[in-house]
């Protein structure tokens, strides 16, 4: 099965309709050497398996990376 290949323009036309999820869910593609991914693309409006471009992919992962930091009330120098 290929897979769809998300730019930015598209990326950006309909930026809720595409999520990363963990690459251990239920029939979610392998790299091409079989090797599970940690992440992977996911269109929730086809309900698909998606690539992303690079470029998409790090907006993505940058997401997930600041979200938690963005929605805690609780200081960084509080955590040190």
Known sequence: MKEE???AASYDAQ???YILVDGHSAGAPSCPFGN???LVGYDTKDKVYV????SVYQRLRNQ???APVLN???T????L
């Open 76 to 79: 960084i120098e509080n955590n």
């Open 15 to 17: 930026p809720t309709r």
């Open 64 to 66: 997930i990376l600041v």
């Open 5 to 7: 290949k998300v730019n």
């Open 72 to 74: 805690t009330d609780v």
């Open 51 to 54: 690539r992303f471009t690079k």
């Open 36 to 38: 599970i991914k940690q």
